[in-house]
């Protein structure tokens, strides 16, 4: 089966051959993708001219209540969303509620916050701003929503989630939304566009999906339209210096890759309730969807004097986790999504190792339960050691997109700030410590190369929503090497769907085109 476009209003199925999308623990093909005979001009001017201004001709309100339909359509078929999930991305029941009802969830948020703008088409953004020495001229800020469309070119690790956490806020500025999902994975994001396409719950040209390559589709973006890439950041590099996208000032938000870390204080002793919340939460993160999660732990820093007791009790846990076929239901840790992803996660492990000693696994030859190590993407989760703090170099530059951290001592705070830095820009860091002191230098020593902090101690316990966890209340992206983008954080992600202008007049006219208006405040409520 190929899997078809939608563009224009229409079903299209993409001329050739296509690229096979596989099963990850078989090696079975499943379908194929092609985006070639596809005019993606034409596909963005339809979404521009047909489903942009439908969707305007809306207030805020009534879109978020098309969220609410979305959400409860995605969970009347999560079964079969599952099994996608299953059979294309080798994800385990756990691998698939993350993506899945992480979608749902963030459509629900999103539906219920957008109602608390009422029917309003736009927002306007504080007072008036004296012009004159009278009344008679003023200035107004307004945020307008954008006439373009919103371009969304995804990666291969959330195809559920990593469309809707985007469509969500887009969709509710009254911007339409084309997706372009990564190759391997895309089958789950073209179902789900199927279904909500079929169901009728947006405009026409609210919603397209273009499967396979970007081809040209850059150089068609405008003005008006905003293009939101999450991916490697090579490949991000390539689209902040697409000639067009620089010579039209488009709009560009950028979730890249993050060598994250987790920071133990020095309060984080073995018998400590912040040593066992830190193991657990580092087992979690190596082995939830086998790693392969932008915000996952990648290093982990540790006071010098217990590194060693912390990796030998991640160690013991990582050692009962089964790694395997999702279908059977004690295994813990499924594959990679693809032999080209298991040959870069061998290549990144091998640079590691250049550096840092081997704790556990790591073995390119272990057996998975029930699949066969040469038709399949299993890696074996694996937590090194490096003991050569700032002097290290691939611990601190390669992200190993895979069941992989590596433990590193640190000497002192100032220490653990150096080397948390040293990830040049990180979506997230989470820290282990109740001690008023060491947090009181080490968040804001950090904040300003992290987009999200997590700070867990004996009284948070168990109640925190995890470490690699993107709750859409909260700010997802980060600085310098993740990206510099910025997502979600509730209604102020609606900001990047609108621009700010300021309009200066007579009070008449600024009444007037305030008195539908929302406040632009509600977006930080
Ligand atoms: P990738 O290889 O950079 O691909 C990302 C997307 O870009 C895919 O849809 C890909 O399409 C497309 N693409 C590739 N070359 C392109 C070009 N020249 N023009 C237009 N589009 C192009 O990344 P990936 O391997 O899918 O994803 C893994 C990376 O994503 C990891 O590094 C991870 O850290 C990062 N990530 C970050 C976040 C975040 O929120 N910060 C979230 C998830 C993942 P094809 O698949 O068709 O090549």
Known sequence: MKLANYVYGEWVEGVGEGTALRDPVTGEQLVTVSS?????????????????????????????????????????????????????????????????????????????????????????????????????????????????VAVFINAFNFPAWGLWEKAAPALLAGVPVLVKPATPTAWLTQRMVEDVVRAGILPAGALSIVCGSARDLLDHVEECDVVSFTGSADTAARMRTHPNVVARSVRVNIEADSVNSAILGPDARPGAPE??????????????????????????????????SLADAVASKLAGCKVGNPRNEAVRVGPLVSKAQQAA??????KLREECDTVFGGDPAFEPVDAHGED????????????????????????????????????DTADAIALARRGRGSLVASVYSGDAGFLGELVPGIADLHGRVMVVDAAVGSQHTGHGNVMPNCLHG?????????????????????????????????DALSRDAADAALLDA
Do not use: W
């Not at 805020?60 to 098309?66: D, F, G, Q, V, W």
């Not at 996660?345 to 091998?350: V, W």
């Not at 993407?377 to 190993?400: I, M, N, S, W």
């Open 36 to 148: 070639d005979g596809i005019d993606v001009r034409r596909a963005l001017d339809f979404a521009r001219r047909t489903g942009g201004p439908a969707l305007r001709a809306q207030g805020y309100e009534a879109r978020a209540a098309m969220l609410d339909a979305i959400a409860k359509l995605l969970a009347a078929n999560r079964a079969e969303y599952f099994d996608i999930a299953l059979r294309n991305s080798g994800a385990t029941e756990a691998d698939c509620g993350f993506d899945v009802d992480g979608a749902i969830f963030t459509l629900k948020t999103y539906a219920r916050a957008g109602k608390t703008l009422g029917a309003a088409r736009h927002l306007k953004e504080g007072g008036r701003a004296p012009l004159a020495k009278t009344d008679a001229f003023q200035g107004q800020h307004f945020l307008m929503p954008l006439t373009g």
């Open 275 to 308: 040593f066992d919340l830190a193991v657990k939460e580092i087992v979690r993160e190596m082995t939830i969807k086998a790693g392969q999660k932008c915000t996952a732990i990648r290093r982990v820093l540790a006071p010098a004097g217990v590194a060693r």
């Open 345 to 350: 996660a061998f290549e990144g492990i091998a």
């Open 376 to 411: 399949s993407a299993f890696v074996q989760p694996t937590l090194l050691y490096c003991d050569k703090g700032l002097d290290a170099r691939f611990v601190h530059d390669v992200e190993v997109f895979g069941p992989v951290a590596t433990i590193l001592p640190y000497a």
């Open 478 to 510: 980060g600085p310098g090497r993740a990206g510099g983008g910025e997502e979600l954080g509730g209604l102020r992600a609606l900001a990047m769907y609108h621009r700010r202008v300021v309009v200066q007049g007579g009070p008449a006219l600024l």
